[in-house]
């Protein structure tokens, strides 16, 4: 691989493009939950229905999961994440036009841009797979897993001027047009290759699905990561809603309330990545460090959720959701380079498994909150069920993960 970058180690180029990337997913899938404010109200749409749009993207994402990882692991990460990206960023800009056409073709649209964002995670897994040395892998998964939470707290705020300024097609079209850009420096910047030795295997290319499936430290990952994911999308979904409704604020400030808890993840998790790289270079074992980064995550959660309902004001809710979003960083120290630790040649491969269960959180726990909300009224009930589940998470992995090496 040639990277256009002298002053530091290549792969830093390569995990600064992915985390890009990722950032990109996030706003052009976030941007819909500032915007769906204002298209519920031109539109008509009730609670219920708002929820389903919100969350067949997820759909889509879900499908192309296991078959992104297994084309990164084939043929690798470059060429599956950067024609990713080209399909998602048309779809973004066409969102517009769909929604005017009819709900059906906007639920048409939502799901054709997850197909493509289906590939950014194992792509970006793969890549680190293929350029960043084994004692830096926690800080880099970190890091370009952390660009979901800046991508939020852009996609929020900026999501709300616009609508504010230029109406709630807009932001389609301006995240669109970025994520455009940034394919054209991906092929520019990066061609085929490695940074480091591709791991030893008796089996080069063959995927041993059985082992996989067959494996618990597999299965923790799955759990763990199926229960994280339902906190966060359930968080990106209804923030915005929730401070609008609980606590009466506009569109706009709305949007800017919602981006501080992003803000906290996104810090917390390359801290959380860079100590649990520290620890394990100081002997701690690959398996004790990501249980303990897990359990912060999983019942720091849980912790901060319950105590929501006690939220008095829109400043004690910020407060309370930024310390459930921060903890939330922890996991990207836990479960999300755990793939790594237990089969470094399969890891793109795992991550698909692992995240087509942790999509579905974003359809049912999505759209659930949704019918949850319009049933009771308010967001104690949906925030009770997610702690549950974060707790549900943190408890499975504690029993069943590892960070040994499991699978050649």
Same mark, same amino acid.
């Given at each position: 691989? /040639?990277?256009?970058?002298?002053?530091?180690?290549?792969?830093?180029?390569?995990?600064?493009?992915?985390?890009?990337?990722?950032?990109?997913?996030?706003?052009?899938?976030?941007?819909?939950?500032?915007?769906?404010?204002?298209?519920?109200?031109?539109?008509?749409?009730?609670?219920?229905?708002?929820?389903?749009?919100?969350?067949?993207?997820?759909?889509?994402?879900?499908?192309?999961?296991?078959?992104?990882?297994?084309?990164?692991?084939?043929?690798?990460?470059?060429?599956?994440?950067?024609?990713?990206?080209?399909?998602?960023?048309?779809?973004?800009?066409?969102?517009?036009?769909?929604?005017?056409?009819?709900?059906?073709?906007?639920?048409?649209?939502?799901?054709?841009?997850?197909?493509?964002?289906?590939?950014?995670?194992?792509?970006?897994?793969?890549?680190?797979?293929?350029?960043?040395?084994?004692?830096?892998?926690?800080?880099?998964?970190?890091?370009?897993?952390?660009?979901?939470?800046?991508? /939020?707290?852009?996609?929020?705020?900026? *999501?709300?001027?616009?609508?504010?300024?230029?109406?709630?097609?807009?932001?389609?079209?301006?995240?669109?047009?970025?994520?455009?850009?940034?394919?054209?420096?991906?092929?520019?910047?990066?061609?085929?290759?490695?940074?480091?030795?591709?791991?030893?295997?008796? *089996?080069?290319?063959?995927?041993?699905?059985?082992?996989?499936?067959?494996?618990?430290?597999?299965?923790?990952?799955?759990?763990?990561?199926?229960?994280?994911?339902?906190?966060?999308?359930?968080?990106?979904?209804?923030?915005?809603?929730?401070?609008?409704?609980?606590?009466?604020?506009?569109?706009?400030?709305?949007?800017?309330?919602?981006?501080?808890?992003?803000?906290?993840?996104?810090?917390?998790?390359?801290?959380?990545?860079?100590?649990?790289?520290?620890?394990?270079?100081?002997?701690?074992?690959? /398996?004790?460090?990501?249980?303990?980064?897990? *359990?912060?995550?999983?019942?720091?959660?849980?912790?901060?959720?319950?105590?929501?309902?006690?939220?008095?004001?829109?400043?004690?809710?910020?407060?309370?959701?930024?310390?459930?979003?921060?903890?939330?960083?922890?996991?990207?120290?836990?479960?999300?380079?755990?793939?790594?630790?237990?089969?470094?040649?399969?890891?793109?491969?795992?991550?698909?498994?692992?995240?087509?269960?942790?999509?579905?959180?974003?359809?049912?726990?999505?759209?659930?909150?949704?019918?949850?909300?319009?049933?009771?009224?308010?967001?104690?009930?949906?925030?009770?069920?997610?702690?549950?589940?974060?707790?549900?998470?943190?408890?499975?992995?504690?029993?069943?993960?590892?960070?040994?090496? /499991?699978?050649?």
């Amino acid at each position: 691989m /040639t990277v256009r970058a002298t002053r530091w180690p290549a792969w830093y180029t390569v995990v600064l493009l992915c985390f890009a990337a990722v950032f990109i997913s996030y706003i052009d899938r976030t941007n819909i939950s500032v915007a769906s404010i204002a298209m519920q109200g031109e539109f008509g749409w009730t609670e219920t229905t708002k929820g389903i749009v919100l969350s067949s993207f997820f759909v889509g994402y879900l499908l192309l999961q296991v078959v992104s990882g297994t084309l990164a692991a084939r043929y690798g990460g470059r060429i599956v994440l950067g024609t990713a990206v080209i399909w998602w960023s048309l779809w973004t800009m066409l969102t517009p036009r769909a929604a005017y056409l009819s709900l059906g073709m906007l639920i048409a649209a939502r799901v054709a841009l997850g197909l493509g964002e289906a590939a950014v995670f194992p792509a970006c897994v793969n890549m680190v797979g293929r350029w960043v040395p084994v004692e830096s892998r926690s800080r880099a998964v970190a890091l370009f897993m952390s660009g979901l939470s800046l991508g /939020t707290v852009f996609a929020l705020p900026v *999501s709300g001027w616009l609508v504010h300024a230029y109406g709630w097609p807009m932001p389609f079209y301006a995240f669109g047009l970025v994520g455009l850009a940034w394919a054209v420096t991906w092929f520019w910047r990066v061609a085929e290759g490695r940074g480091v030795p591709e791991e030893p295997s008796a *089996s080069p290319g063959h995927v041993p699905w059985r082992r996989l499936l067959g494996a618990p430290p597999v299965w923790a990952i799955v759990v763990a990561h199926f229960c994280t994911n339902w906190s966060l999308y359930v968080l990106l979904a209804w923030l915005p809603s929730y401070f609008k409704s609980t606590f009466g604020v506009s569109i706009a400030n709305a949007g800017l309330l919602s981006a501080a808890p992003s803000l906290a993840t996104f810090v917390l998790a390359n801290a959380a990545g860079t100590i649990a790289d520290r620890m394990m270079r100081r002997g701690r074992s690959a /398996t004790v460090v990501r249980k303990i980064m897990q *359990s912060i995550g999983s019942f720091g959660i849980a912790t901060f959720l319950l105590l929501l309902p006690l939220a008095g004001s829109a400043t004690t809710g910020m407060f309370l959701m930024c310390a459930a979003a921060g903890a939330l960083g922890f996991t990207l120290a836990g479960f999300a380079p755990n793939c790594f630790d237990i089969a470094p040649r399969h890891a793109s491969v795992i991550w698909g498994i692992s995240n087509t269960f942790a999509t579905i959180p974003g359809i049912v726990g999505v759209a659930v909150t949704g019918w949850l909300v319009q049933r009771t009224g308010g967001y104690t009930a949906p925030f009770v069920v997610t702690a549950s589940i974060a707790i549900v998470g943190g408890v499975v992995f504690l029993i069943a993960g590892s960070g040994e090496r /499991t699978i050649d």
